[in-house]
């Protein structure tokens, strides 16, 4: 089944303490991104990546670090997360870095940092 | 800072009316405009998308595009209970997806 998986689905942890975050997809995607989403604020861009060892910030980076070493994986890292990081976040992947190309998300991780 | 702006409702709509959802974005340069569906407590999947000024049609979704007036709207029609959701609006803006906040519809049967 094609999938974007995201682990762990919940994390509860407190602050400075590191943490990373999972992405993987397996349709041969190029390009991937990680949002965040809170109440009233929709979805924002934390980092993308167009294909394998590039990537890019998006509007919200502060705080974050992301690597992609292989295609299918795209890991976000909280290396001291603090409480304004709590949030929902979603991984996504699509065909290529085209706009047009449908954007497919995992099921989301809900942290809270306390 | 681009944005993209929606009524976060919430919009009640009757069951088998017409529901109208409505999108503002700042970037006059975008080139194209998407409707995602996000239910409760889960990820948001692609409902249309739309490149073009005019109508595009899909099933009971149509998607309206009005580049001059920088406004794309989404009307579902014979809603049904089931389509009561968040509905994303996101609109491309230099090699990035800006989001709307979404509009709350519910669906009374």
């Known amino acids: 089944e094609a999938q974007v998986t995201q682990n762990p689905r919940y994390l509860i942890t407190v602050t400075g303490k590191k943490l990373t975050v999972t992405c993987s997809q397996n349709?041969?995607?190029?390009?991937m991104s990680w949002y965040r989403q809170d109440p009233g604020l929709g979805l924002r861009q934390i980092y993308y990546?167009?294909?394998?060892?590039?990537?890019d910030k998006g509007d919200v980076p502060e705080g974050y670090k992301v690597s992609r070493k292989e295609k299918r994986n795209f890991p976000l890292i909280l290396e001291s997360p603090s409480p304004n990081q709590t949030s929902l976040y979603f991984c996504?992947?699509?065909?290529?870095?085209?706009?047009?190309?449908?954007?497919?998300f995992g099921p989301g991780t809900r942290l809270t940092v306390l | 800072q681009k944005e993209v702006e929606q009524n976060s409702g919430p919009l009640s709509v009757p069951e088998g009316a017409i529901a109208s959802l409505n999108c503002t974005y700042s970037?006059?340069?975008?080139?194209?405009f998407f409707w995602y569906r996000q239910y409760s407590g889960k990820s948001p999947e692609l409902i249309m998308f739309?490149?073009s000024n005019g109508d595009k049609e899909d099933g009971r979704f149509t998607a309206q595009l009005n580049k001059a007036s920088q406004y794309v709207s989404l009307l579902i029609r014979d809603s049904q209970p089931s389509d009561s959701a968040t509905y994303l609006c996101?609109?491309?803006?230099?090699?990035?997806?800006?989001w709307g906040a979404g509009t709350k519809l519910i669906i009374k049967p």
């Open positions: 996504a992947s699509s065909l290529s870095g085209q706009l047009y190309n449908e954007q497919f």
């Open positions: 990546s167009m294909n394998v060892e590039v990537t």
């Open positions: 996101a609109v491309d803006s230099n090699y990035q997806l800006i």
């Open positions: 970037d006059r340069g975008s080139q194209s």
């Open positions: 349709m041969n995607h190029e390009y």
């Open positions: 739309i490149y």
